[in-house]
């Protein structure tokens, strides 16, 4: 009941449909072989339905195989049929160039046909895209490459993390227990749980390091063989955002890290701390907020909410918890955290989330259930047309963050009211303080694995420096978090470089937008399910201008901080120290 269903894709491993899929994707190469290239509206269009054939095909295919990993990490079959996959997917890597080759320099004007024409927006971005592409032979040689290089690293990290096991209080738990304990409302554990956490990182940190160190130099190798300046020039062109719209989100963090520091000092004075919040209470709960949910009781609760905001949002949350799109539960085996896959061939996602019953995870779980209704307003864009970058990635469901939140606490009393605000700081330092953190660690390990083998100690060192920088006087120095770097599975993925501003975008995204629906409500929601479906099929900066948005200055990212240390002023006023 509480784990997902995963039937609506195929009913196991050993169906005829499974089976046949798998035949149709090693059979696609030679589909794609026996086309002729043409620079014409038929040759153009042949190729672009074949394409779609093979997104929905992969897409079905690899999403089963990487869902069934994701909640059983040792499951042996899906293992097997992902490297013996991975394989047919390097053959196809070069065929995949060729093709995005020929689509990025096309000269017949598709807009003269209704089909190609839906795609406009497609073929701008594979000009781009074909400026960087290698030769045929090296695509395809990269591709075999990776299969033994970054994606045998990525698959090691989760290996490693999701099997490693300690001892807390005499009982055997995972690193995803453990540092669920982070949220617990007695102090003694939180700090005990912390303690534990860190010690269990001494059996895997090196193998880790190794991943790491391994996956950043492929990047790095490949982004220079493209022609890119660096990583994080090949991430904004993938993000189809400019640098200016990211220095600008920066330039606005950095003046308002100070408001941050002051909550965080202030929430440590409220706790007994004297030299700022040591990183285990960076989540401890402030006011009444040792209020738990049931996954029954938190699904009436979204719901609810939802409800005020948008019927078809309510909907489909109650269809989640109905048919069992959700995987609740942490267990053995399965990964950390959460996140939720949008399944668009089958108008579909699953949310997984590892539920201990905290506010916290009931906000975990409109965030993602907030991915599932960006995928609502998308799936009815032709197959190619279905992926939105990294920075919108983050708007519906912070936006659902946004919701829950603000309306639980217009309603609630000053006692509760404490509780929801300081649980909305927690999770905005987080995505803003935090995420800068991050974002200066992978710069520094990027700028490092250069020139040098970084081991786990040289890790450890630059994540408490980019902590410090991030976080200030608003932590105690002696209780920062040296393996934040080994926790988070962002980190270990050659695609995904940079994965952490996009949550600070997403996240300030959403407040300005939230601002902008209570100040002008009418129409509102019609308005953001376009902006919703034109992230698909726009930049980043002209997705933001559905709503009359300028995201490359750094006004519109001040006026949604400026929301924020509202609410730390509120939540001071409502705790002051001499009560």
Request: net charge negative.
């Amino acid at each position: 009941m509480y784990e997902w269903t995963l039937e609506d894709l195929y009913p196991s491993f050993e169906s005829q449909e499974f089976k046949q899929d798998v035949e149709s994707y090693k059979a696609l190469k030679g589909k794609f072989e026996s086309l002729t290239l043409e620079d014409s509206i038929e040759g153009i269009t042949q190729v672009v339905k074949l394409l779609e054939e093979s997104t929905v095909l992969t897409g079905r295919l690899y999403n089963y195989i990487h869902l069934t990993l994701a909640t059983d990490t040792t499951h042996e079959t899906a293992t097997q049929v992902e490297v013996q996959l991975a394989g047919v997917s390097a053959d196809l890597q070069a065929t995949y160039a060729k093709v995005s080759k020929f689509l990025g320099t096309i000269q017949t004007d598709i807009t003269t046909d209704p089909f190609l024409a839906e795609y406009r927006y497609y073929f701008e971005e594979a000009k781009k895209e074909a400026a960087h592409l290698l030769s045929d032979e090296l695509e395809e040689v990269l591709a075999k490459m990776s299969i033994s290089g970054g994606k045998a690293w990525s698959q090691l990290f989760d290996f490693m993390w999701s099997s490693a096991q300690g001892e807390y209080k005499g009982e055997v738990v995972t690193l995803s227990e453990i540092r669920g304990k982070a949220y617990d409302s007695d102090a003694e554990v939180r700090k005990s749980a912390y303690e534990a956490e860190l010690k269990m990182y001494d059996a895997i940190k090196e193998p880790i390091a190794f991943s790491l160190n391994h996956i950043k130099k492929e990047v790095l190798t490949t982004s220079q063989l493209r022609g890119f300046e660096s990583p994080l020039a090949h991430t904004l062109e993938a993000s189809r955002m400019s640098h200016e719209t990211l220095d600008a989100l920066l330039e606005a963090i950095r003046e308002y890290l100070p408001n941050f520091r002051k909550y965080l000092r202030h929430k440590a004075a409220l706790l007994g701390h004297e030299n700022g919040l040591p990183f285990y209470d960076l989540f401890a709960p402030v006011g009444n907020s040792s209020r738990t949910f049931t996954v029954e009781e938190s699904k009436d609760y979204l719901i609810e909410n939802f409800k005020t905001f948008s019927a078809d949002l309510a909907e489909m949350t109650e269809e989640f918890f109905d048919k069992h799109y959700i995987d609740f539960y942490p267990r053995k085996g399965k990964v950390g955290g959460a996140f939720c896959a949008n399944l668009p061939m089958i108008k579909q996602s699953r949310v997984l989330t590892n539920f201990t019953g905290s506010l916290s995870d009931v906000v975990t779980l409109a965030h993602e259930l907030g991915h599932a209704y960006h995928g609502l307003h998308i799936e009815n864009h032709r197959p190619l047309n279905q992926d939105y970058s990294m920075p919108v990635a983050e708007t519906a469901s912070t936006f659902n963050e946004n919701i829950i939140m603000n309306t639980a606490i217009k309603e609630a009393s000053d006692e509760e009211k404490i509780a929801l605000i300081e649980s909305q700081l927690q999770d905005t330092t987080q995505i803003i303080v935090d995420i800068y953190s991050r974002y200066l660690f992978e710069t520094a390990v990027f700028e490092n694995r250069k020139q040098s083998f970084m081991f786990s100690k040289d890790l450890e060192e630059m994540m408490l420096s980019a902590q410090k920088e991030a976080y200030g006087d608003g932590l105690d120095q002696s209780y920062l978090h040296p393996y934040m770097w080994a926790c988070k599975p962002h980190y270990y993925s050659t695609g995904l470089s940079f994965y952490n501003f996009p949550y600070a975008f997403g996240g300030l995204f959403s407040k300005g937008l939230y601002a902008i629906y209570q100040e002008q409500p009418e129409g509102f929601v019609e308005k953001y399910q376009e902006l919703l479906r034109a992230t698909t099929v726009s930049s980043v900066e002209d997705t933001a201008k559905v709503l009359g948005v300028d995201v490359s200055t750094p006004e519109f990212w001040k006026k949604a901080l400026a929301e924020v240390a509202e609410s730390i002023e509120a939540f001071i006023a409502l705790t002051p120290l001499n009560k």
